[in-house]
């Protein structure tokens, strides 16, 4: 992958500040647009993720750093711990499933899932606007 690559895959990304578009998606399909492998595409992808996510993190622990005591250390450390570990079998699994499978189920379910949304609704079973 060269640095245009990363750049075109980059700018996929921006799609995903459309309201209910998957980052991992936009920059999945970015990437297999501009040429990349099933497999190359969704490892990028992943690791395009690590640093937002950092910088997610950090900006919401420092904004919200006095809810936090020293106490607090232990339950972070094992979250932390977990969360890599869970994130790590899951990425594994997702990348063999994406080299072996294409988007359809999931294209599917967020077609059914867009129209269940829509139902509740119309039906005012739900008010998804925001307040």
Known sequence: MTWLDALKVG???CFAL????????????GGMLFGLS???????????AVPTLVAAGGYDFLKNRALFSASDVGIFTVGSVAAFISAFVVVRWLIRYVSTHDFKPFAWYRIAFGLLVLLTFWAGWIDWRAD
């Open 11 to 13: 700018i996929a990304q």
């Open 18 to 29: 459309i309201p209910g578009t998957s980052r991992s998606g936009a920059t999945i399909i």
């Open 38 to 48: 099933r497999p190359a595409a969704t490892e990028f992808s992943f690791f395009l």
